[in-house]
């Protein structure tokens, strides 16, 4: 089966702009998650989605995170405006309801200067 | 809020010797425990997993036990090679809204 699609692999914006990443998960999966992993640090969940709703974005910055899972299937996360703490690999993930294991997509690794 | 302790941060073997890295984790109510490995610059991918209902689990050279009176849980690797090096995350499904948390990672470096 296809894996999790993430874009872009990579970006570097300056500090003030505005970023978005995109995540396509596995066919199926109606659970997706967005984590954001600094270096050197482990997966640190920001929001997870359970088809087109919410379920936990505790952890979400909100004053300059957004994200959304429109139909239940594709998922964009937006940063506005970024922060230089906000360098780090963004991983999106998506599980299957019957199962606890998710599978990681590549990640974009975004650099804010 | 929850939180998993990861030990130790690096570690250096030499091939074909064990590696053992070591987890505690806050929550009592938690079922699941999973490992993931990372090579540098990839996506993490899951090794293996323990549900709370058992003690240990194998696969081949690697194995993890758990012990939920204690709440700590074990990433057992033997026989290492080289293509084992990376960094390997433990993790716990809260009970609450079954999330993951992570640890902060191992290093593992095998050496020929």
């Known amino acids: 089966e296809a894996g999790v699609a993430q874009s872009p692999r990579y970006k570097i914006i300056e500090k003030r702009q505005s970023v978005a990443f995109w995540c396509n998960p596995i066919?199926?999966?109606?659970?997706l998650y967005w984590y954001q992993q600094i270096l050197g640090q482990g997966p640190k969940l920001l929001i997870q989605?359970?088809?087109?709703?919410?379920?936990?974005d505790s952890q979400l910055p909100k004053d300059r995170f957004s994200a959304e899972r429109l139909k239940g299937v594709d998922s964009t996360l937006k940063i506005q405006p970024a922060k230089l703490e906000d360098s780090a690999v963004y991983l999106c993930?998506?599980?299957?309801?019957?199962?606890?294991?998710?599978?990681f997509g590549p990640g974009t690794r975004l650099t804010v200067t | 809020g929850e939180n998993v302790e990861q030990h130790p941060s690096t570690l250096s073997v030499q091939e074909g010797d064990s590696a053992v890295i070591k987890c505690t984790y806050s929550?009592?109510?938690?079922?699941?425990f999973p490992w993931y490995k990372q090579e540098l610059g990839k996506r993490p991918q899951l090794i293996i997993d323990?549900?709370?209902?058992?003690g240990e689990k194998k696969d081949q050279r690697i194995a993890v036990t758990l012990n939920k009176t204690a709440k700590h849980f074990s990433l057992h690797i033997t026989e290492t090679q080289p293509e084992d090096s990376a960094v390997y995350f433990c993790?716990?499904?809260?009970?609450?809204?079954?999330?993951?948390?992570f640890g902060r990672g191992t290093q593992l470096t095998v050496w020929p």
């Open positions: 989605f359970q088809n087109n709703g919410v379920v936990d």
């Open positions: 929550d009592s109510a938690s079922n699941y």
């Open positions: 066919s199926g999966h109606a659970t």
């Open positions: 993930a998506s599980r299957d309801l019957k199962s606890y294991e998710q599978y």
């Open positions: 323990i549900r709370s209902n058992v």
């Open positions: 993790a716990f499904r809260g009970s609450t809204l079954g999330r993951l948390y």
